[in-house]
């Protein structure tokens, strides 16, 4: 390997997005039959545990743009999944709800999940599994308001 190769190899932002890909890639390996994508399946979760969300404040529990919370929502409102209609309060923000459909794929992904996550974290020890979740919070939790769209931050339980 040369140096220029050797250096790509240290620099914490190429294998963030490294481990991104591959994240994802087993993601979609695991719920390939059910056709969801990871944001697809953060937004179902979000919604179900917060049913009447608004797309604004879904956006900022996914952490991404509300323009791209309303793609994700369009494509699982299309899929019966959701629903979606204005505030009987404000008409401007739109109120989500999960429907049974979207109950039962959430059900239906939980163990996919599960296993996506065991996969990926499978190279590390199990004593290091904690550490290194904990420690990628640490890092988002100190460099949240730089990203494109700032996640709605919580306290995490390890």
């Not at 390939?32 to 399946?41: D, G, M, N």
């Not at 296993?115 to 904990?134: G, N």
């Not at 988002?140 to 730089?146: D, F, K, P, R, T």
Request: aromatic content about 4%; charged content about 25%.
């Amino acid at each position: 390997m040369t140096d220029r190769a050797t250096a790509l190899w240290s620099r914490p932002g190429f294998l963030v997005r490294r481990l991104h890909q591959i994240s994802v890639a087993i993601f979609l390996e695991e719920m390939a039959s059910l056709e969801i994508t990871p944001v697809q399946y953060g937004a179902l979760m979000i919604v179900a545990a917060n049913p009447g969300i608004d797309q604004s404040a879904l956006a900022a529990e996914l952490g991404v743009d509300r323009a791209n919370a309303g793609d994700v929502l369009a494509r699982l409102s299309k899929g019966g999944y959701l629903t979606r209609q204005p505030s009987s309060i404000d008409r401007r923000f739109i109120q989500v709800g999960i429907t049974e459909e979207g109950t039962l794929l959430l059900a239906q992904a939980a163990d996919r999940a599960k296993r996506a996550q065991d996969r990926l974290l499978r190279p590390l020890a199990p004593k290091d599994r904690k550490t290194f979740v904990a420690m990628m919070n640490q890092i988002i939790g100190a460099s949240n308001h730089v990203g494109r769209a700032t996640l709605r931050l919580r306290k995490q339980s390890l």
